[in-house]
């Protein structure tokens, strides 16, 4: 079964998205973090997966660990009391993310990154 990589899944589109891939047959890991609500992922079929986008360490631990086949990154904040918090979690996150995937050769089949606000 092709596996499914959603980060910000406890939020309004990263729920449905995670609705959608389970649909489609997909084995579904919603990317979370501690904190977050999952009040809205109460399907049995989805995997969680705490993540820390400040920790490359645990990010590489993680994705080597399950080798997704596909990978969208919708985690992000569409407002921040401090303009350093907004630039931390929509560019600074995204790029150890994706600096990982590098780093370590863990090519998903696809990557979507995405964003609220043209954030």
């Known amino acids: 079964m092709e596996k499914i990589l959603i980060t910000g899944a406890s939020g309004f589109v990263g729920s449905h998205l995670v609705e959608e891939a ?13 904190s977050s609500s999952r009040k809205y992922l109460q399907n049995a079929r989805i995997r969680f997966l705490e993540m820390d986008f400040a920790d ?14 596909y990978i969208i990154h919708n985690a992000g904040v569409v407002s921040a009391s401090r303009p350093q918090h907004y630039y931390t979690v929509n560019y600074e996150y995204v790029k150890n993310l994706i600096d990982v995937l590098s780093a370590e050769d863990i090519t998903p089949r696809k990557f979507v990154q995405m964003s609220s606000l043209a954030s």
């Open 56 to 69: 490359k360490k645990n990010l590489k631990e993680k994705l080597k660990k399950e080798k997704f086949d």
């Open 22 to 34: 389970l649909g489609r047959g997909l084995e579904v890991f919603a990317g979370v973090r501690k």
